[in-house]
């Protein structure tokens, strides 16, 4: 591997390594319900990205798209189940051990860009609309009983901020193309199986 494709491999894995920081779904409000439009505009901007597990398969998702060279309109699948999620928690959908099942499916996204398994595109849509519903499931309890604008609002953050990340991602390594080698996406995917890795333990075995 030389020096310009460590680079871009390091560009790759470099946002993983910020969400190693603590997440707070409330972090922009000091730990308050958004209560204006612009509060849960901020909130829903904010969330995705300090949450390590919520990052880590946006990454997922452009690689997976990129790499694959698959249509682009297919982070939409993952953005729209994860509206569908946040509605539906708000709505009183129960989902048990949410987190736990989150942190499964960013494992499960990590092995398989790990191993370079090449999926179907129906298969990718199918593994992306459920974890889009996971975690807009998770994502709804930051904004359980809040108003219907800061709701909005932070459903349209929310949507903004995965968008443009996934399908960055996705235009970066497609348009790498080949100077992006296998065994850094390879690197990514392992990273982003240990991030969900250490979630699952983390909640499986709080304290421990």
Do not use: K
């Not at 499964?104 to 459920?130: D, E, H, T, Y």
């Not at 709804?140 to 991602?169: C, D, N, R």
């Not at 970066?172 to 690197?187: D, I």
């Amino acid at each position: 591997m030389n020096f310009h494709q460590l680079r871009r491999t390091i560009f790759l894995g470099f946002p993983l390594l910020l969400a190693a920081t603590p997440a707070s779904a409330h972090h922009l409000m000091g730990g308050a319900m958004p209560v204006t439009f612009i509060e849960g505009l901020l909130s829903g901007l904010g969330h995705p990205i300090i949450g390590p597990n919520h990052l880590a398969f946006m990454i997922a998702v452009g690689v997976v798209v990129g790499a694959g060279g698959l249509n682009l309109m297919l982070p939409l699948v993952f953005v729209a189940a994860m509206a569908v999620g946040v509605a539906g928690h708000v709505a009183g959908m129960n989902i048990p051990a949410i987190e736990i099942m989150v942190a499964l499916s960013v494992l499960l996204a990590g092995l398989l860009i790990a191993r370079g398994r090449a999926l179907p595109l129906l298969a990718w849509a199918s593994l992306f609309a459920l974890a889009g519903l996971l975690h807009g499931y998770a994502y709804g309890e930051s904004i359980f009983g809040a108003e219907t604008s800061p709701l909005g609002a932070y459903l349209l953050g929310l949507g903004a901020v995965q968008i443009v990340i996934t399908v960055g991602i996705a235009l970066f390594v497609r348009r790498a193309g080949a100077r992006v080698p296998q065994f850094g996406l390879r690197l990514v995917g392992a990273a982003i199986l240990g991030v969900g890795l250490t979630v699952f333990v983390e909640r499986l075995f709080p304290g421990a």
